[in-house]
Structures are given as structure tokens and as C-alpha cells.
């Protein structure tokens, strides 16, 4: 009885040592999902037109992720989404305003 029962813990510490060697080389520590930037609708985005201000651009998909100091009339809305291993989205709008602050180009 007894030698029955040091065999059944022998194989079940053998198994449970074999399961972790083999898993523990797969495991890799919990990456939450990371977005930046904000997300834009292309439904907003097919909305501005030419002639727009910078107003209205604010009121509809809100202020830039990043304005150039140099080049105050280019705004760039930016937005990524990474998952553990891959970029899945990445979207990146540009706006660029003449002199007066009405859009002249928009770019995707």
C-alpha cells in the first residue's frame, strides 16, 4: 500500500513538472491592449470639406493629436491600436489650413 502510494505521487510530481516545464516556456506576462490617440469615424472625417475652419474642424472631431510650432497650419490626427504582438490600426490624418485657417488639403 504504502509503495503503491509513493508511486502515485512519483508520477503525479513527474507530470505536474513535465506540464510546467513545457507551459512556462509559452507564458509570457499579460500585455493589456494599448490605444493612443483618438479614434476618428470616417463617417466624421468624410464630413470636412474644403473651406472648413479650424472651428469647425475642433467641433467635429475635436483638437489635434500633434501641431507642428513650425508649421502651425498642418494639424495631425494620430491613433494606433496595439494588441500583445501586432499593430492593428493605425490611422493618421493630416489637415492642412491656408492663411485665412480654412482647410486647403486633407489627407489620409
Known sequence: MKSTHI?????LLFVS?????????????YQPTQYQGSEIDQEKINQIQIGF???????????PALTNTLSPNIWQYVYTKKTQEKLQIKQNLV????????VEKIEQ
Open 53 to 63: 475652419t479650424k472651428s469647425q474642424i475642433v467641433y467635429l472631431i475635436g483638437q
Open 95 to 102: 489637415i492642412t489650413f491656408d492663411e485665412n485657417g480654412q
Open 7 to 11: 508511486l502515485l505521487v512519483s508520477c
Open 17 to 29: 513538472f513535465g506540464l510546467l516545464s513545457t507551459s512556462c516556456s509559452s507564458l509570457r506576462p
